[in-house]
């Protein structure tokens, strides 16, 4: 994937091959600038790759559509609507009838736990009610695959780890595909069957690593021992991304880890 910015190109992703099946939660994890999130615009269809395809239930990716549901980083709320009436949106795009489309952002509004608050704007919901909020948007059109950028990462930390556990549980009640990027790597094992771990720019796939820590989980697997093991191995991966792009060679000094930490 080549891009071309102030006149000069470079290389965001290089040789990415990745199957996943349907149902599965894919955690993405790598350095910053790896292209986590191009490759996530990539599937969606945002973005095309310079040579390559991605495939979505046995079609070719060329645009986004309705199989594919994005959940950004920052919530895309409008904030002229209320919260119902957000969620309803992307039933009004597709022209569906005003009973069905409400009926269904009723059930949207319920699952993602925001009854009572249906009426509310933007601006009168916290972060993580207005994340709930951009959550129940994405999935109202039934998504086959749902990407998720970092959905958490502007939310304090205790939010952050209620937002993972809701994630989960409403992830229980319809299995859609997930693919999920985030900087955090105990988010990504917690949530994840699998975690793919990307190379720095340009990205390839370094290692995917699953996460053999049964389901249904809850914040208690944070302090088993296999859970560490796993973060502890992803980030010694990533910390040799860092380092080469860095171009760090002394390994007497701080860790790339205890820098980040």
Known sequence: MLFSRRGRRFEALRDVSLQVAPGQFISIVGASGCGKTTLLRIVDGLSKPTRGEVWVDGRAVDRPGPDRGFVFQHDALFPWRTVLDNVIFGLEVQGRPKREARERADVLVRLVGLTGFEQHFPHELSGGMRQRANLARALTIDPDVLLMDEPFASLDAQTREIMQAELLRI?????????????QIDEAVYLA???VVMTSRPGQVKAVLDVDIPRPRDLSVKRTPRFLELVDAIWKMIEEEVKAA?????????????VMM
């Open 246 to 258: 860095l171009h760090i060679t002394n390994t007497d000094g701080p860790s790339v880890h205890q």
């Open 193 to 195: 069957d699998r975690v």
């Open 171 to 183: 992830w229980r009640s319809n299995r859609k595909t997930v693919l999920f990027v985030t900087h």
